[in-house]
């Protein structure tokens, strides 16, 4: 049985139904994620769900210490590596037991029933308020069951958002530490960190404290502000498509004003769709809208073709060339800057994707004026639109707005 150091009981001995956990590097969250872990498998009725960003994650941080709380106990009955499982014998002599999944694979929740679900690193969660209201919060109906969200946080995301909502909901219970507060690791390595950080990085990996996240294309997106109801009467509507198979497919339908504000209204993100279904949830998603606007992803021009043919639609491929990508993140940063850029708030594939977009950085650390080219379905297809509506107008520098 691992030993709670003093800030760790201090949470433990909280009866609040849902946990948040903001605290810096090392401060000690995965052992007592284990320990939390282990006796809601014991005295709980409903087996215990424990999720990281990606399966390996989920091994890589969990597995070990859940393995070092359980094997060699009078409760332990057996563990199965493959299915990332430790069971348990309870003392009323019946057995349950522990799971660790990966995020990506979260849909394979639906339908299960748990005591306790464990999220680690929550602002690495793509979608986490989505999947959290339409998958795993009916988990915990059965069994009155409890939630622990931990994480160092990443600018002002959902931890962030959690610790809000737990100003009015008296079910949340948030719990502030940072690295010091880990008796077991020696301050003056911390001290050391702080020499080699920047000021904003230490506060936020090591203090635990919210800030802008460094590099960030999007610095400005704020979902209060940006995620909203359309704020205009729309004159013209749009459909923008970036297409993917093992990356996502991003479709999403654009409201736009008569200044030429444009709004999110509606949005598809899905992998590994065959030509038939990709053709069913487009039809489904445009609906009765007539389409003004209509432009696709051109490195893809059989699927632009396929879906013509297919739907009756006038699809254009969106004109791209030297600088065109700088060009079009202008255009979006510049329309976010004045507010005319929006989202309905169902769009939360966007909005995640928003708030992790980032500029490379050079050896120095600082930004160059190209994005990192991962996690970028959903702004691609956000910055098609937006190019196709306003134009072409050619920059060569990045808009700053700060």
């Keep these: ?31 007592y994620a284990a320990e939390e872990m282990k006796g809601a498998c014991l005295f709980e009725p409903g087996p215990v769900a424990y999720f990281a960003t990606t399966r390996d994650q989920a091994r890589d941080i969990m597995w070990a210490d859940l393995l070092k709380e359980c094997l060699g106990t009078a409760n332990y009955v057996a563990h199965n590596e493959q299915r990332l499982e430790v069971t348990l014998r309870r003392p009323d002599g019946t057995t349950n037991h ?8 979260i849909e394979t929740a639906r339908g299960k029933k748990y005591s306790l679900v464990v999220l680690d690193e929550l602002d690495s969660m793509r979608a986490f308020e989505k999947q959290w209201r339409e998958i795993l919060r009916a988990t915990l109906a059965d069994y009155r069951g409890r939630a622990l969200f931990m994480g ?41 960190m702080r020499g080699e950080m920047s000021p904003s990085q230490f506060a936020q990996e090591v203090l635990a404290e919210y800030h802008k996240m460094e590099g960030l294309i999007y610095e400005e997106f704020d979902r209060d502000k940006h995620m909203v109801a359309c704020p205009f009467v729309p004159v013209r509507w749009g459909l923008s498509i970036d297409f993917g198979y093992n990356h996502p497919l991003s479709a999403g339908i654009f409201a736009i004003g008569a200044d030429n504000s444009i709004h999110l209204d509606r949005m598809l993100y899905e992998r590994k769709l065959s030509n038939e279904r990709r053709n069913e949830k487009i039809r489904d998603l445009i609906g009765d809208t007539r389409l003004d606007v209509q432009v696709g992803d051109s490195e893809d021009p059989l699927a632009i073709d396929t879906l013509n043919t297919a739907l009756g639609l006038k699809i254009q491929p969106v004109v791209k060339g030297s ?50 080219k991962e996690d970028d379905d959903a702004c691609d297809m956000e910055r098609y639109a937006v190019m196709t509506i306003l134009g072409r107008h050619k920059s060569g520098f990045r808009v700053r707005t700060a």
């Design 1 to 31: 049985m691992a030993q709670l150091h003093t800030a760790q009981r201090q949470i433990a001995s909280s009866s609040a139904r849902f946990k948040v956990l903001r605290c810096g590097r090392r401060f000690g969250k995965t052992t």
């Design 98 to 105: 522990i799971r660790l999944f990966g995020w990506e694979n």
């Design 152 to 192: 160092t946080p990443k600018g002002y995301k959902s931890l962030y958002r959690l610790e809000k909502l737990s100003k009015t909901n008296t079910n949340y219970a948030v719990f502030h530490f940072t690295s010091f507060d880990n008796p077991f690791i020696d301050p003056d390595e911390i001290e050391e």
């Design 323 to 372: 600088g065109s990508v700088l060009e079009g993140l202008n255009k979006c940063i510049s329309q976010l800057h004045q507010g005319r850029l929006t989202m309905d708030p169902s769009c939360e594939d966007l909005a995640w994707e928003k708030e992790n977009y980032s500029w490379k950085l050079d050896k120095n650390d600082q930004p160059l004026d190209e994005p990192v």
